[in-house]
């Protein structure tokens, strides 16, 4: 009885451990598996290697559906996948033809008028047509868009309809004119065609089954490890050069660099100046390119003691900038002297912000008897700020006590200081702006809208407002550069904001890797990458 | 049949237990995280439609209300959907959670096997040269940080020797076909050695560093474990009977000694599968621990919830193995109310 008992303990005890770990396998999310079968020889091992590209980034996607993603993580991805009715070009945001060959844009910029490409297919095989392209669009549009279409309104804010006039051709009729919509279009969120039939087979959310027209085709995800891709030999366009791609997470900065070194990865991303020299001296490479973004201070123009435009000149006055982001940034971020990255259009070399001059500063403060200001800032790094908001904030701390003012900072996590920025309560406070299509619209409007989560200077200028209407509906060319020039001069003087940075885009990639480049978008299309 | 009568009454007693987790995860999630609304709308989210999101979602309802809309739901199996990746919460776990248990059940394997046989060396050979060695070694286990650790093994393992790979569970191009989910039983059940090799070979560094610090409590109570039950009359007495002094160790002095052991065991397996967090985020591990932090800081609350549930359940019945495997070890602890 007693070797019974203990029989049965053991067994029971065996089935308890099993069963509790049992029961977390099954129901395995990835689905069928593409390579790695079982008699994989060591010499197609070795040539299948060579025809994969393994790309490191540093957190994993949100999503695989252009529509519901609004994370550059996912943007890397979606980018070889699918495709829109425009692209940017290599090196800039200049549009160009992509799912759609030509267009016209009537008189009164209400109506534009896309011929499409002929013959394309989607990767499961159903027909692209001016068809799908009105089901993506009709999705993104009310009554249909829901809340979490995070770009939704912002690419087709002025969108009233899309029509298809005929099986290649789609008209889309607008509710006031809107340059940036074909820049818009041109983007990897809300922008890019999913095949319709991938949509109703998956009930409207394409996040976890992506298919599109582009380069590359989803295979599977490997929850927290990877995505792997392989190459759409149906595509209609020059087809990728390597067979397989993996996107590795991989969230530690120093292993993703020893991955890189190692040969694990051949690309990695969100690398800073202190791994720089590591990279170089294992042989590989780096990619240094502009970023499209700019890295700010805000002044909260919205009460004492910063409506007063004199004092928040004073401020700027007493910062040194250039000096500051060559100590802070190490020569991966360049010194600002405008809101726009300088490869958009309306930057001007005119442009040019609040000199640093201490002794005018101090003296301004002292007869206004400002002596102490209220800051806030976020603690962790952001992709304009690579350091953190609180190294930033405590470097113009120094700059201020020279000038006999004292700082208050109270520093958060990012998503707690957003809310706080909300809030309002501060004098001066840090954010930063990510391009999202390349036009200046984009940037400049950030001092217009009435939302104080956008708007963090709380800045209200008429005339300001003006301009900015005026450059949406004004056609591309010098007359709107013109326009987005005279708004740069009006922050400037106005000392809106003090502008810090524009940081710089850094990759790392082993020598053996051929065209590799990090569009200024932050998108990474990687058809054209060859390895050898 | 005792034992099944056991078993029973402790498996209802997780009831309690995961109404009472579940009641603490969902008020602090809810009480001490920041609106979920921002970060899942977005840089271009508005007011407005922050507010009819939360709407949406059910935020605005008082919290009891949420809670008990929660566990309705929860008890038809349904866990949400994730806030932040749209995907359902059952899906999101399950995905990750066998590399985690796998991870998990690799360090305790290291773990268990190393400890016990330094316990026991150092517990017999006591203040030998193996005793000061095997109390050292515990000593740098209980102290060093599991993410230093990490960090060194990679450096040496795949940064300067090129032995092991730094991160991930598998290279996908060896890829087995998903059967259980543990690439371990998957390389075997479909017969692919090279998914095997090289899920071993990934799965080497992350187990050392975590399996480190559970090695040393081991090594530790196997010790002071050991050095009492040598020190008993039985131990004398089978000495006296002219048993061997290896089977004297092993029959008599370890089997009496296991049951605080295998109670640190079971103790520490739990804690690995809550606790992998630093060596998943180390090595690009794709489990549960690191991915939770993510959710918790994306206020991504149905996640969170659900990783806790399913954490307190395993807990649970590691805990009641645990108790099983006591019966087992000796005799005289029988689960029954009255003995026959």
Redesign the interface.
Known sequence: MKKMNKLIAFVLAGAISFASLAGCAGNGASSATASGSASGAASSRKSEASDTLTYAQGAEPRGLDPALVDDGESAKVTCNIYEGLLKYDKDSTKVEPCLAKTWDISDDGLTYTFHLQEGVKFQDGTDFNADAVVYNIDRQLPPKVTKDMSYASFVYSSVKSAEAVDENTVKITLNSPCTPLLKNLAMVFGAPVVSPKALKDNNNNVNQAPCGTGPYKFVRWDKGEDIVLIRNDNYWGDKAKCKNVVFKFIADNSARVVALNNGEADMIDGIDATVVSQIQSAGNKLYQAKGMNTNYMAYNASKAPFNDAKLRKAISQAVNVPELVTSLYQGYSEPATSVLPTFIGGYDKSITQTAYDADAAAAVLKAAGLTQVHMITYTNPRPYNTVNGQALAEAIQGYLSKVGVTCKIDSYDWTTYKSKVTEGDYDICFYGWNGDNGDPDNFMSLMSVDDPSQNVARYKNPEFNKLIAQGLSTPEGDARNAIYTQLEKIAAEDNVWLTISHAQNLCGYRPNIHDFYYHVTGDVPLAGVSKD | MQ??KY?IKRILMLIPVLIGVSIIVFLIMRVFS??PA??????????Q?MQ??RL?NGLNDPIWLQYVNYIKDAMTGNLGTSY????PV???I??????T?ELA?AAIIFASLLGIFLGVVSAVKKNSIFDNGGRILALIGVSMPIFWLG?LL??LF??TL?WL??????N???????I???YLIDSLL??????LVDALRHLVLPALALGMYSMAIITRMTRSSMLESMSQDYIRTARAKGITNRRVIRKHALRNALIPIVTVIGLQFGSLLGGAVLTE???????IG??TV?CI???DFPVVQGVVL?VA??YV??N??VD??Y??LD?RI?YAKKEG
């Not at chain 2, 921002?38 to 007011?47: D, K, N, R, S, Y």
């Not at chain 2, 479909?190 to 998914?195: C, E, P, Q």
Request: proline share 9%; glycine share 6%; no cysteine.
């Open positions: 034992m099944i078993m920041p609106d921002p970060i899942v709308l977005g840089e271009h989210a508005t007011q439609s009819e999101w949406a932040y990746t749209k995907a059952t899906q999101e399950f995905s990750r959670f066998p590399a248990i059940i960090i990679i450096i795949s940064g090129h790979p730094s991160t991930g569970r598998l996908p191009l060896y890829q087995p076909t998903q259980t989910g543990f479909t017969g692919n050695m090279n998914a985020t180390v090595f690009s591990w794709p489990g690191a991915y993510n800081l994306k206020s399913l359940v395993v019945l590691v009641l193995a099983i495997i019966a087992f005799p029988k």
